[in-house]
């Protein structure tokens, strides 16, 4: 039960398209949870509703809607195509499939976190004429590290277990668009391959759980600094 360099592959691959899809939802879901949870505005419900389809929609329809709109024989697709950025069965497909699936649980991480924050501080910090960019990244952020923190755990370890929608979108190619996720099904396949699919299961099971640990003591962390401890 040892994993072989094709699985060690896949867990590089994975880790890369996870750490890229988290980077770039971040400043997008933060913005996002900050309008939901503090502004009112004309189809803020559709707003809602769309950042959560992802988690109602079956994985695999995510996946072929990606395809239809980025394909290599759709508009849109062929556009990017033409500037050199390849989506479809390509390893930057799955950071867009990441993004897509995780941005509802950072986005509702980060709003709980954010509604839970007196709208009294902001004022008061606004009132004496602070900026409102000023007011958010003095006064909102540092209340809403553990609900930042905590949402981005989230949406790392959704990134690392996608399967449905990146093998829909990127297919399944070693080496290439291979996943743990998805080097774990081929695994399954194989007559005799169960012990492999064991060896990345734990390997996948381990990086959930430290980034599950080193999150719950980031957030640790930033309380006591906020408490002042």
Known sequence: ???????????????????????????????????????????KALLNAAVHLPLVLPPVVTGYLLLMAFGRNAPLGRALDAIGLQLAFHWSGAVLAAIIMGFPLMVRAMRLAIEAVDPKLEN??????????????????????????AGTVMGFAKAMGEFGATITFVA???????????????????????????????????IAVSAVLLSELLARRV???????
């Open 223 to 229: 309380a006591k600094r906020i408490a002042g401890t």
């Open 124 to 149: 008061a910090a606004a009132t004496l004429g602070a900026p409102r960019a000023a007011v958010f990244a003095r006064v909102t952020l540092p209340l809403i590290l553990p609900g930042v923190l």
């Open 1 to 43: 039960m040892t994993a072989d360099a094709a699985a060690w592959d896949a867990l590089r691959l994975s880790l890369w398209v996870a750490v890229w899809a988290t980077l770039l939802a971040i400043p997008l879901a933060l913005w996002v949870a900050w309008l939901l949870a503090r502004r009112d505005f004309w189809g």
């Open 172 to 206: 399944n190619i070693p080496g290439q668009t291979q996943t743990l996720p998805s080097a774990i099904w081929a695994a399954l396949q194989i007559p005799g391959g169960e012990g492999q699919a064991v060896a990345m299961v734990l390997m996948s099971s381990a």
